[in-house]
């Protein structure tokens, strides 16, 4: 199948990472810029019907204008600046059902590529004399250029846009200022919704947030639009949740991916601490939630159902269970390491963030609103889709038939999402050929299976727990805890103990303690610390060490090491040329079975190419040659078709898929 699929050229997997050429870009090309006129707006009868998809499905979510003031410079003698309505026209024709929006009628693709044109054109009598609109339009510009392929000249946008944002003290607090209030406003939701962005792309892209958060005062916008004043909850109220969480996120950012947070970890006696502080401040985030702001998606693989609320609060609550995904996705431990880089359950909770993520996806589905979704909500889907491919290698037959279904499910709603944002294409294709690398059988799965509850059982209570310095709060009640909450990676290590609320709360169960045998840690009863407690760090120092002893981070051997974290396309094809490397080594030369060889000459050299590889990917030196949207349903149907095997980036061990 691999050999077959329309990704793999010249030995190796490769993704196109500068957008698709579309029939209209290849024969006829967008329309000359001398013949667009950049001035030339939409029949108002279009113009009212996009700006009203804008502001129903886009804005809620990032309410980058202030509307009363926008609305009324419409209908006045001085227009909102033609860059910034060909912006919003643009993103809103990605939903539009109307051929007009199309430069090729016959072509859904096409859709918004005439506005985007002539904002291309205006932006450059915008670079010596930008105002706050042009940052506005930039971000719009962003989240189009990233949902159509075109994710560098996204990334590009949304900087230019952040440093326009410095340059206009966006950042600072304003209220003394003499502005008038609506310009206050302005400022301030046009600061945070860059803000918001700054930490949603890096997360995406794989980078580093470029809004120092040392480097502002401004307050939270407060003004509630008038036509929104009687909802609940209000779109500003989302808007601040948002905010908050995105906060979070940077710090997850710096203190777990960027290069010193990483250094810091790797010499640290153990990344328990950073790692407790960040769950802590997740789990927080989500108790403090007011009542109209609170979602607990339905358990949807117990065929439980239930209405979604709205679009923006659905995205809020899917970018949550995301951040416990990159929060705890570096410490789950790989299939062949006996020890494990830190006592969280980390597998379990990515588990279950993946799982919710997809209860969310499956309800937006079944009300038809999954394709109004911001591009970034693919990210979510695909960071969720990443897990199940993990999940589903384990050796718990049900537990991976399970992760298979899920894995489908989410490529189904990914290609929902592509008639809106041809970027979802992309990333199918990397989820599709990443489960054929892992030959996962996608074939012939019932998704009408549900799992059925089951009642709990009390003689799995174990006697005593072990807890995590700094944690989150957590209940001393010892029942059990749910089983669709617990991943066998980290049962199968001893490492599951009291769970999170987030992972009992939604469930209508109660958290467990869990203990490790004594021969595995040299703990007691009495090192056991109360959750429920909110000392500093280092009063729970002795006890950290007793638990684990001392853990120093290695990532090396982790159950995603070398394997990208992000979207960056470039990273992708990296991995998967390297993979392929390996492929045609193990096929070239017999493998001799034995640890020491492996242990002394694939995890070295494992370890050398993925730092080679990784690290940078503007080391890339792989040409795109696919159009990078031509996923579909032969390459993922038949993806265990072919009969030669993958070099294992580890070593295998025994209970280890060997293919990993």
């Known amino acids: 199948m691999l050999r077959g699929s329309e990704n793999f050229q010249n030995g190796a997997f490769h993704f196109n990472s500068k957008g698709i ?16 006129d950049p001035f030339e707006l939409p029949p108002p009868d279009l113009s009212k019907h996009l700006l009203d998809l804008y ?4 804005y809620p979510l990032l309410p980058l ?4 003031s926008f609305l009324q410079k419409l209908d006045s003698d001085h227009p909102p600046p033609p860059l910034l ?8 024709s ?19 590529d005439i506005f985007l044109e002539r904002a291309r054109i205006l932006l450059d009598f915008e670079w010596d004399d930008f105002q706050v609109s042009t940052v ?17 000249r996204g990334w590009l946008y949304s900087g230019l846009a952040f440093r326009m944002c410095q340059n206009l003290g966006l950042n600072r607090n304003c209220d003394s200022w003499n502005l008038s209030d609506a310009e206050k406003e302005e400022r301030k939701r046009v600061f945070y919704c860059s803000f918001v962005l700054d930490r949603l792309t890096c997360a995406m892209h794989g980078r580093s947030p470029m809004i120092d958060d040392r480097d502002l005062d401004a307050p939270y916008p407060s003004e509630v639009d008038e036509d929104d004043r009687h909802n609940k909850p209000t779109i500003m109220e989302d808007f601040h949740q948002l905010i908050k969480l995105c906060e979070i996120i940077g710090d997850i950012l710096c203190q777990v991916y960027m290069v010193k947070g990483r250094r810091k970890l790797s010499v640290m006696a153990s990344p328990d601490n950073v790692i407790a502080k960040l769950d802590k401040a997740l789990n927080q985030w989500m108790t403090k939630l007011p009542p109209s702001v609170q979602y607990r998606p339905p358990n949807t693989r117990m065929g439980k159902k239930a209405p979604a609320p709205k679009l923006e ?13 990159l929060l705890h996705r570096p410490f789950i431990p790989g299939y062949n390491q006996t020890t494990t880089p830190s006592v969280f359950p980390s597998a379990s909770i990515c588990t279950f963030a993946a799982n919710k993520i997809l209860d969310i996806v499956e309800c937006l589905m079944a009300e038809g609103k999954l394709k109004n979704v911001n591009n970034y909500a693919l990210y979510f889907m695909f960071t969720a889709g990443i897990i199940f491919i993990n999940d589903a290698l384990s050796t718990d037959s049900m537990f991976a038939f399970e992760a298979k279904i899920s894995i489908n499910k989410i490529i189904r709603a990914m290609d929902e999402i592509e008639t809106t944002w041809l970027t979802s294409a992309r990333h199918c294709n990397i989820l599709a050929e990443l489960a054929g690398l892992r030959e996962l059988n996608l074939k012939n799965i019932d998704e009408s299976h549900s799992r059925k509850a089951k009642p709990e059982q009390s003689k799995y209570a174990p006697p005593m727990a072990i807890t995590v310095p700094n944690s989150p709060i957590i209940s001393n009640d010892h029942t059990l805890s749910p089983p669709e909450y617990r991943n066998p990676i980290d049962t199968e290590r001893g490492v599951e103990h009291r769970l999170p609320d987030y992972l009992t709360q939604y469930g209508g169960y109660k958290p467990i303690e869990r203990t490790r045998s004594p021969n595995q840690f040299n703990t007691s009863s009495s090192n056991s610390v109360d959750y429920s407690t909110h000392s500093s760090p280092s009063s729970h120092k002795t006890e950290a060490m007793d638990i684990g002893q001392d853990r120093p981070f290695d990532s090396i051997g982790t159950a995603f090491w070398g394997i990208p974290t992000s979207f960056d396309i470039d990273e992708w094809n990296n991995y998967f040329s390297h993979q392929q490397g ?8 017999p493998i001799i079975n034995t640890s020491q060889h492996m242990n002394t000459n694939t995890t070295n050299n494992t370890h050398n190419n993925n730092n080679n590889n990784y690290s940078s990917s503007s080391n890339n030196n792989y040409h795109n040659l696919n159009n990078g949207n031509n996923h579909r349903n032969n390459n993922r149907s038949n993806n265990n078709n072919h009969s030669y095997t993958f070099m294992p980036t580890r070593p295998p061990t025994a209970g280890r898929n060997p293919h990993w």
């Open 313 to 325: 609060l659905c995205q809020i609550h899917m970018l949550f269970y995301t951040s416990l995904i």
């Open 582 to 589: 390996q492929a045609n080594e193990r096929m070239a030369y």
């Open 94 to 112: 990605r939903i539009s059902p109307d051929i007009r929006v199309r430069t090729d009628p016959t072509q859904r693709d096409t859709a918004g």
């Open 85 to 92: 309505l060909n912006a919003i026209y643009a993103v809103a």
């Open 136 to 152: 506005q339009s930039l971000l719009l510009l962003s989240s189009h250029q990233n949902g159509a392929l075109k994710n560098i």
């Open 21 to 36: 050429r579309t029939k209209l870009d290849s024969e006829k090309g967008l329309p000359n810029t001398l013949a667009v």
């Open 65 to 68: 204008l202030h509307k009363k």
């Open 55 to 58: 502001f129903t499905h886009f």
